[in-house]
Structures are given as structure tokens and as C-alpha cells.
């Protein structure tokens, strides 16, 4: 192994479920085969994991997975589902191949869809959020060619309709379902959205919550919706029995880089309000979503930035930290040296580049294959075509890892 990235192999513990290094795959919606109307996921997703892991990665979180019919509503269908317990074996199959592997999973848990993030392209289904304030777009100062070219086939935003009371409530219970079934199905954990501008999101930014019940208005009612979310989720756990196995956490921004918006210090104390009612890990990624895209799929220009949340985020937080995009090996490195509670997260260079661990670790970082960051393939593609199996641009493998063997767990002795 070479020394100067021997920190990020070494274990860490979320709760009590150790992960056997600290980078992971990030939740990334709409991965290979994730077609509309396909509820739970088939052995080719399964496959696309697996070989992540084969690749050194320690740690995979499933993307944002429906708690309640609410989401597939509002996301077009793009969601699996696990609130019905006929879905639990086809997620059992994905978490059995991952852990024959030796990885550790969690699944991201998502209620209530991607709330004022809702592009209401017929017009006949306006978004669902915390409060009417549509999403607030200036084309003209997004960054790169790929966001307008994004924006230019998506621009609906409408106003959205203010969820009810009631309806929240029934949300937040759904996590508790929702996780029973992880649990069943072989998670060892489960992650509540509530990131960059979508649905959960909506809840604990000052600028997009002006609701005037309890889940409104001051500090602890706008943490409210992600608090109780978290209560259902830990009630699960214990009726499960499966506190020494299984952990919850949150995904928030680490600051959302708007007008009145969230800052790093609301993030913080959010966390740790979040700690109180026994989430394990924060995984952090960034920006308040469309509003200002590019901080939420960053370019390598704003990277650096991501050092500096590690920085702070390890030092003002007690529980381990997922940070973003830190492709860069000498970045990871330089974070996993100077954080001792930070897991890198990877999204789109995990879809490039399956081998990323395994090369750092071997000193072999010249044979990376560079994510480009044109969210092309993985992210545009999938949103555009409405469905159509995602791809990325440099990895043609991507979306075939079931047509190679290697990629399939062996029969274990019961
Ligand atoms: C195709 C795609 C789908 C994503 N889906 C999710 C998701 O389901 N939940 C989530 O919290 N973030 C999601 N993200 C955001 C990523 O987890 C990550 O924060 C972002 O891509 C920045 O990290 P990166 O530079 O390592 O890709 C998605 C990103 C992409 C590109």
C-alpha cells in the first residue's frame, strides 16, 4: 500500500456497524435499469454495486428510495419502493451481494419526492413542498453549458402547493415502515433526505419554509419534519431489535449558498440536534439544488471547498462525516490525514471509475479514469430521456457489470 493514502483505508465506525474504510459510493438516483414503474431493484443493479465494492469501495448508499407512494408521485416514478414488504427480496438480493463482498450498505430514505424541485412539465401535477415558494432560476447565471442545456428542456417550475399537517405526519410515519423492511431486507442502515433542495430539504431552509404550524417557522419547528422522521426510524430499530447492527442518518447541504438560506453554522447545529435523537453520521453535500446547480454537481474548480467542509464539519461535529466529490486522490488523502471522522463520498467518479480505491491504495493514481463531471450520461440522460438506462461517458461498462461473472456473488455456506 502506499503510505501517503494509508489513513483512507483504515476502518471507522458509524454506531456500531463498522465500515472497512472510509470511502463510499454516493446516493445516485436513476442508476443503471432504474426504469419508471420498476419498483425494486433487479441482479443488473445489484451488479453494478458489487463491482464498486470489488473495486475498494467500503462503503455503498442506495439512492433515495420511496417510504410512501407520496414520492413516485412526485419524482415520475423514479424511485424504487420499499414500503410494501413484496420488495424486501429484491433489495435482500442487492444487499446480500454487497455483503458477500465484504462492503457495508445503506439505503437513503425518501418520502416525499422532490418537493418544490418538482418540474410540473404537463402542468397538470403542481410540485408539493413545505410551502408555495417555487424554485427561483436565473439561466443566465448557471455556470457551465451542461446546466442550461439541463434547464433549457426543464424549465417548469411552478409554484408549489403547501403539503398539510396531516399529510406530513403521515410521511414521517412512513419512515418507520419503510425501515423495518430495510432492516428485514439486510441494510445496515438507512439515511433521511433531506439534501439540496429537495422535499426534506424544504423543511429546514429559513428560505423555503414559511409554514405557521409546528413545522414552520422557528428553528425547532423547521428541524421538526427531519426530527420525527428520525423518532420513527429509531422506534423501528428497537422494535426490531437491531440497535448493535443498524444506525440512522442524515443528509443534508453542508450550506446551501443562497440568500438567506442555510449556513454551515444552521447545518451544524441541525446535526446536532439531529445527534440527540440518535443519528449516527451527517453526509454532506452541497447548494440548495436547481437554484444553484453547480454547487450540488460542483465542477473541479469549487472543489477545494470541500477540504475546508471536512475541516470544519470534523471538527464541530462528534459522528463521522460524509463529504463529496473529492475525486482528486491528493484531496482525499490530505482529509482522511487532518479528519479522523471523515468518510470520502464519490457520485459521478464512482460511475468512471469502479477502481478508484483499489488504485489509490496500490499508489497507482495515474491510471484513474477521471470522472469529466459533464453529468452528461449519469445525470442529464436519465432526467431527459425519462427513464432510459443511465450511462457516463467515459466508462462504456457502466449498465453491463451483470454480463461479467466476477461481478456475482458465490453460494456461502448457510
Ligand atoms: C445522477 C445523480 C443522481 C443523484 N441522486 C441522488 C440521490 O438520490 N440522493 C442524494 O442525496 N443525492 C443524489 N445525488 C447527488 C450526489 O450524491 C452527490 O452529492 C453529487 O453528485 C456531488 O458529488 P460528486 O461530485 O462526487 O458526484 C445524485 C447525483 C447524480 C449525479
New binding site residues.
Given amino acids: 500500500m502506499s503510505v501517503k493514502y494509508e489513513k483512507l483505508f483504515e476502518p471507522i465506525k458509524i454506531g456500531p456497524v463498522e465500515i472497512p474504510n472510509r470511502v463510499a459510493v454516493?446516493?445516485?438516483?436513476?442508476v443503471v435499469y432504474n426504469i419508471p414503474g420498476i419498483s425494486c431493484p433487479d441482479l443488473d443493479y445489484m451488479c453494478f454495486f458489487t463491482r464498486r465494492v470489488r473495486g475498494g469501495f467500503g462503503l455503498i448508499v442506495i439512492?433515495?428510495t420511496a417510504t410512501h407512494p407520496f414520492e413516485n408521485k412526485y419524482t415520475g416514478g423514479m424511485s424504487y419502493n420499499l414500503y410494501e414488504p413484496k420488495h424486501v427480496a429484491g433489495f435482500k438480493k442487492l444487499t446480500n451481494g454487497i455483503h458477500a463482498f465484504g462492503g457495508k450498505v445503506f439505503l437513503?430514505l425518501?418520502a416525499g419526492g422532490f418537493g418544490r424541485q418538482y418540474p410540473d412539465a404537463s402542468g397538470t401535477l403542481l410540485p408539493v413542498a413545505a410551502s408555495p415558494i417555487p424554485v427561483n432560476i436565473d439561466p443566465s447565471k448557471m455556470a457551465t453549458n451542461e446546466d442550461k442545456t439541463f434547464l433549457k428542456h426543464h424549465l417548469h417550475w411552478a409554484t408549489p402547493k403547501e403539503i398539510t399537517t396531516a399529510e406530513i405526519y403521515e410521511l414521517i410515519e412512513s419512515h418507520n415502515n419503510a425501515t423495518k423492511l430495510a432492516i428485514q431486507a439486510g441494510f445496515d442502515g438507512v439515511e433521511i433526505?433531506c439534501?439540496?433542495g429537495?422535499f426534506g430539504a424544504n423543511f429546514l431552509s429559513p428560505n423555503q419554509n414559511i409554514r405557521t404550524d409546528e413545522f414552520g417557522g422557528s428553528f425547532e419547528n423547521r428541524n421538526r419534519w427531519m426530527l420525527e422522521s428520525i423518532k420513527a426510524c429509531m422506534k423501528a430499530i428497537k422494535e426490531m431489535k437491531a440497535e448493535e447492527r443498524f444506525v440512522v442518518g442524515v443528509?443534508t447541504s453542508a450550506e446551501e449558498m443562497t440568500p438567506g438560506g442555510l449556513t454551515k453554522e444552521d447545518v451544524a447545529r441541525i446535526h446536532e440536534a439531529a445527534i440527540k435523537e440518535g443519528s449516527s453520521y451527517a453526509?454532506l453535500?452541497?447548494g440548495a439544488g436547481f437554484e444553484n446547480h453547480m454547487y450540488?454537481?460542483?465542477m473541479k474548480e469549487l472543489v477545494p471547498v470541500k477540504v475546508e467542509h471536512a475541516k470544519w464539519f470534523n471538527k464541530r461535529l462528534d459522528i463521522p462525516v460524509i463529504i463529496?466529490?473529492l475525486?482528486e486522490p491528493e484531496l482525499a488523502a490530505e482529509v482522511a490525514d487532518t479528519c479522523d471522522h471523515v468518510i470520502v463520498?464519490?457520485?459521478?467518479?464512482?460511475y468512471a471509475d469502479p477502481d478508484w480505491p483499489n488504485k489509490v491504495k496500490e499508489g497507482k493514481t495515474q491510471d484513474i479514469v477521471k470522472?469529466l463531471?459533464c453529468?452528461l450520461g449519469?445525470?442529464i440522460n436519465?432526467r431527459l430521456n425519462n427513464g432510459t438506462p443511465?450511462w457516463c461517458v467515459i466508462n462504456p461498462e457502466v449498465g453491463y457489470e451483470g454480463y461479467d461473472h466476477a461481478n456475482w456473488p458465490t453460494p456461502k455456506k448457510r
Fill in positions: 454516493l446516493p445516485i438516483r436513476g439512492e433515495g437513503q425518501s433526505h439534501a439540496h429537495y443528509r453526509s453535500s452541497w450540488t454537481h460542483p463529496t466529490s475525486n463520498g464519490l457520485g459521478r467518479q464512482a470522472c463531471r453529468n449519469c445525470f436519465s443511465e
